[in-house]
């Protein structure tokens, strides 16, 4: 058995996989003391999201995650409209049954009396999705007269939802706030501590790519496992 895994990892990274991925990351950071937690609590990264694409946030960067985050989602807002970022956004239920639900984010803005949004839905602690959840998401948002112009899913790993939903992944957050923080003031206070958020989202990212490698090592081997036992049956049968 030891020398089948053996010989699974050697297939498996002739094939690309990286088992070292974590030994890449070349600086200390404080925040990765807390990874085992933050990652779980989705609430935490939809405030820090909606802190960001605040131009009123803390950061003090006005608007520049904003418009490089439209840019990243590939979103023209018109000039001088006031975006209105929403957490936690209450809506009424229109093809299921219950209480309201609630959206994680929402941006939305209004051009010639017009309304419209962006819904934007955070699986990064691998929540799975509920019953016509974004379905119901966008729907709900219509019947309150708005348009949506987007919805943007974020997730924990490489995942596409399709029927034009914008799938993001961690590693793509870390992208673009490092990206953004280069043509950032780094006299901010603020910089620093996006820096460190960036590098923390980004190791969730390098922790998924080395589960998804765990993970493929363990079907390779339950699928070779399963093909020795259907040879060694069938050459019982021949023999016999």
Known sequence: MEDL????????????FDFNL???????????????QVREKEIRHSQI???LLNDNGPHDYKNLF????????????????????????????????????????????????????IIIENKLNGAPFQPYQLDEYKLSM?????????????????????????SICSSDISNWLNSTLDICDTRNSAY??????????????????????AESIIKASMLLKLTCQ????????TTS
């Open 142 to 166: 219509e019947s309150e007269g708005y348009n949506v112009k987007k919805i943007v899913v974020i997730y924990d790993r490489k995942t596409s939802y399709g029927n034009g939903v914008i």
């Open 22 to 36: 974590e030994s890449k990351l070349s600086s200390y950071n404080p925040l990765e003391y807390f990874v085992g």
């Open 49 to 51: 999201f909606s802190d």
């Open 5 to 16: 895994l053996k010989d699974i990892v050697y297939r498996l990274c002739d094939n690309g």
């Open 66 to 117: 904003l418009k490089t985050f439209l840019q990243m989602i590939n979103c023209e807002v018109p000039k001088d409209c006031d975006i209105c970022v929403e957490r936690e956004r209450k809506i009424s239920r229109v093809i299921t049954k219950g209480g309201n639900r609630s959206i994680d984010l929402v941006l939305s803005w209004e051009y010639y009396n017009k309304k419209y949004a």
């Open 230 to 237: 259907l040879i060694m049956v069938y050459s019982r049968k």
């Open 192 to 213: 620093w501590g996006i820096k460190a958020y960036a590098q923390l989202v980004d190791n969730m990212a390098i922790k998924n790519i080395n589960m998804i490698n």
